[in-house]
């Protein structure tokens, strides 16, 4: 099962509450919430749920206002939860500092194998903590990450997590500022 919230916004408040309704459900697979207005309180909430409910397998933000603090959280979140596959948080306001979280967190997570921070705001230095991550997760295989910041230093360091991570398929930077030399 999934839920679509079909509400324009969904308040601090109203995400504390379907949290709350959420923590303990074992039905509902997939969350998504796209376009929402769920604010870093909003991500923060879910986090805390998602620490404790082993239901959910795809949490679907995208085009939120969740910054730095959401992804914090998240992250943290993601070092416990061992049921999420996919975290899609594209087109969001996070930078280098979730991006170094998120990083943290593929450290030690061993299930998620897909996550989306495109149009975001990570650049060459998110990428780079992201890299450092990708060398010790072996279980992400796509990461999409298009639509940022990143410029050849940022892609040559995606580039060597390559050389030690098997694992990945796909990693998605179309939309970045990424030159003929960044790409080799």
Known sequence: YQALIQAQTLSDKCMQ?????????TTIHKLELPG??????????LAKMLKINAAVKYIGLTNNQISDIGAQALAEMLKINKAIKYIDLAGNQISDIGA???????EVNRVINKIDLGRNKISDKG???LAEGLKINAAVQNIYLGGNQISDIGA??????LTVNTVIQEIYLSYNK?????AQ
Not at 17 to 25: F, M
Not at 156 to 161: K, Y
Request: hydrophobic share 50%; glycine share 8%; proline share 0%.
């Open 178 to 182: 990424i030159s003929d030399k960044g």
């Open 17 to 25: 509450a379907l949290s709350e309704i959420l923590k303990l459900n």
């Open 127 to 129: 990428a780079q903590a």
């Open 36 to 45: 929402k207005g769920i604010s870093d309180k909003g991500a923060q909430a």
């Open 156 to 161: 040559q360091a995606l580039a060597e997590a």
């Open 100 to 106: 170094q979280a998120l990083s943290n967190a593929l």
